[in-house]
T-cell receptor
Framework: SQQGEEDPQALSIQEGENATMNCSYK?????LQWYRQNSGRGLVHLIL?????REKHSGRLRVTLDTSKKSSSLLITASRAADTASYFC????????????FGAGTRLTVKP | DTGVSQDPRHKITKRGQNVTFRCDPI?????LYWYRQTLGQGPEFLTY????????KSRLLSDRFSAERPKGSFSTLEIQRTEQGDSAMYLC????????????FGPGTRLTVT
């Protein structure tokens, strides 16, 4: 079964706007990661946040983690048409961190 | 290109046939993972190798599925007696040892069972 659940399932915005995607999970984790997948391609790692971190930045990406609520958010600022993709959160369970679980993803469309 | 590669990229087969996919991970990565992804869903974990040892298998990996990594380098995933429900994208990923588990994905093999 999927560990992470992304929300919303789909998001459509104009270029230049910010995009926020959320992820909820069920069990304790070591790390939470966000990946991007362009249509029909493999996944690309974006950012990893450890369970003892609350916020992390990478370029136009900002990730937050709230372990008490078992949730994370990914913010993409000043979006570009090239950001159009599916975004997945992935968690590795703290007792078995070989088994990474992905959510169903958020499909982001950035209109030029 | 030193990324993860997969072969073939596309495979169309008839129900009941056997298929085999290959994954070549990044050369210095000891860990190798197989996932299955259906349309509109995220990747589902199938199995994991540490070097040549298969350390974990998902319940999704029925007895028709077998994976190997004989020399701790490339890996193969075989599906015997394919069923239409096996149609999916099969993704391979690798990662180095250590506590950080960022995974590097290949482009995937899209399987269509007719």
């Amino acid at each position: 079964s999927q560990q992470g659940e992304e929300d919303p399932q789909a998001l459509s915005i104009q270029e230049g706007e910010n995009a926020t995607m959320n992820c909820s999970y069920k069990t304790s984790i070591n790390n939470l990661q966000w990946y991007r997948q362009n249509s029909g391609r493999g996944l690309v790692h974006l950012i990893l946040i450890r369970s003892n971190e609350r916020e992390k930045h990478s370029g136009r990406l900002r990730v937050t983690l709230d372990t008490s609520k078992k949730s994370s958010s990914l913010l993409i600022t000043a979006s570009r048409a090239a950001d159009t993709a599916s975004y997945f959160c992935a968690t590795d369970r703290s007792y078995n961190n070989n088994d990474m679980r992905f959510g169903a993803g958020t499909r982001l469309t950035v209109k030029p | 290109d030193t990324g993860v590669s997969q072969d073939p990229r596309h495979k169309i087969t008839k129900r009941g046939q056997n298929v085999t996919f290959r994954c070549d991970p990044i050369s210095e990565h000891n860990r190798l993972y197989w996932y299955r992804q259906t349309l509109g869903q995220g990747p589902e974990f199938l199995t994991y190798f540490q070097n040549e040892a298969q350390l974990e298998k998902s319940r999704l990996l029925s007895d028709r599925f077998s994976a190997e990594r004989p020399k701790g380098s490339f890996s193969t995933l075989e599906i015997q007696r394919t069923e239409q429900g096996d149609s999916a994208m099969y993704l391979c990923a690798s990662s180095p040892d250590g506590t950080v588990r960022e995974q590097y994905f290949g482009p995937g093999t899209r399987l269509t069972v007719t």
